[in-house]
T-cell receptor
Framework: EPEVTQTPSHQVTQMGQEVILRCVPISNHLYFYWYRQILGQKVEFLVSFYNNEISEKSEIFDDQFSVERPDGSNFTLKIRSTKLEDSAMYFCASSYIAGSSYEQYFGPGTRLTVT | LAKTTQPISMDSYEGQEVNITCSHNNIATNDYITWYQQFPSQGPRFIIQ???TKVTNEVASLFIPADRKSSTLSLPRVSLSDTAVYYCLVGERAAGNKLTFGGGTRVLVKP
């Protein structure tokens, strides 16, 4: 079964540093998403991406965040200047090919620790 | 966006059937009901989706009464590996729509 992959599985960074989280969505999927989950809290939507542009973003997704699909396979989330409160699991997801049930397929996540 | 309410936690034993009920009193006409499962330190995984009556797949069944104000996810004969958080989501079934997760129901299956 095809799956979404994410790298790295764990990233430790210092406050103020830039991080890039990488995702390889399922090939032929058209929509891509980032979610995050702070330890012990709900899964929160960050951003959705379609046709090489942002479709929707949440209030969390401020100017410190950006997404990119640099080639035909990767989908990245960049945090320009990390804060302590950015520590969380970050999940990439992808969805939708014609005729599918619109379900989103999530990757295993990247645990980001900001010190 | 329809608000959902589900129990915070449930305990069960191996081999038993687990039923999780979700309330969504203000569900809209175009809304579908979708359930996701999340194991510790993993991403959520789609389980089942339905609009009305009953839907069954190899993992679970979803029962939706005629008024659609609630739904029940049924997990038959659970095993220890079914220990997870189960989320009920309600929203339009459309490509690209974001998922809005609530707190979910933490199911603990005991031996």
């Amino acid at each position: 079964e095809p799956e979404v992959t994410q790298t790295p599985s764990h990233q430790v960074t210092q406050m103020g540093q830039e991080v890039i989280l990488r995702c390889v969505p399922i090939s032929n999927h058209l929509y891509f998403y980032w979610y995050r989950q702070i330890l012990g809290q709900k899964v929160e939507f960050l951003v959705s991406f379609y046709n090489n542009e942002i479709s929707e973003k949440s209030e969390i997704f401020d100017d410190q965040f950006s997404v990119e699909r640099p080639d035909g396979s990767n989908f990245t989330l960049k945090i320009r200047s990390t804060k302590l409160e950015d520590s969380a699991m970050y999940f990439c997801a992808s969805s939708y090919i014609a005729g599918s049930s619109y379900e989103q397929y999530f990757g295993p996540g990247t645990r980001l620790t900001v010190t | 966006l329809a608000k959902t309410t589900q129990p915070i936690s449930m305990d069960s034993y191996e081999g038993q059937e687990v039923n999780i009920t979700c309330s969504h009193n203000n569900i809209a006409t175009n809304d579908y009901i979708t359930w996701y499962q999340q194991f510790p330190s993993q991403g959520p995984r789609f389980i089942i989706q339905g609009y009305k009556t009953k839907v069954t797949n190899e993992v679970a069944s979803l029962f939706i009464p005629a008024d659609r104000k609630s739904s029940t996810l049924s997990l038959p004969r659970v095993s220890l590996s079914d220990t997870a958080v189960y989320y009920c989501l309600v929203g339009e079934r459309a490509a690209g729509n974001k998922l809005t997760f609530g707190g979910g129901t933490r199911v603990l299956v005991k031996p």
